[in-house]
Nanobody, 124 residues
């Protein structure tokens, strides 16, 4: 039912920017409170990066991305974005779009629905 397709990943130097996009379909917003982004670096568990809560109208950001990353959604609510500025080598990871999520949970249980992931590589 729910499909999430990410795009916009790539390789950049430290200090550069990337904008990730997630095309969402089949998502029932009335039954889900959270849509967001997770990332998984090599040898580490998947962790929440940023999320939007539709019931409370709040956003969540992991401490290490605050002030650098911005999550947003277009008006039709069919595309989710993650603007990543001032990228650091520590941001290198596979980034996953997620629906019906809990961004404070780690691993694949952090969300009910996942995109296929896009690779982000930041060189020093």
């Amino acid at each position: 039912q729910v499909q999430l397709v990410e795009s916009g990943g790539g390789s950049v130097q430290a200090g550069g920017s990337l904008r990730l996009s997630c095309a969402v379909s089949g998502y029932t917003y009335d039954s889900s409170y959270c849509v967001g982004w997770f990332r998984q670096a090599q040898g580490k568990e998947r962790e929440g990066v940023a999320a939007i809560y539709y019931i409370t109208h709040n956003t969540y950001y992991a401490d290490d991305v605050k002030g650098r990353f911005t999550i947003s959604q277009d008006n039709p609510k069919n595309t989710l974005y993650l603007q990543m500025n001032n990228l650091l080598p520590e941001d290198t990871a596979m980034y996953y779009c997620a629906a019906d999520c809990n961004p404070t949970s780690r691993g694949v249980l952090g969300a009910a629905y996942w995109g296929q992931g896009v690779e982000v590589t930041v060189s020093s």
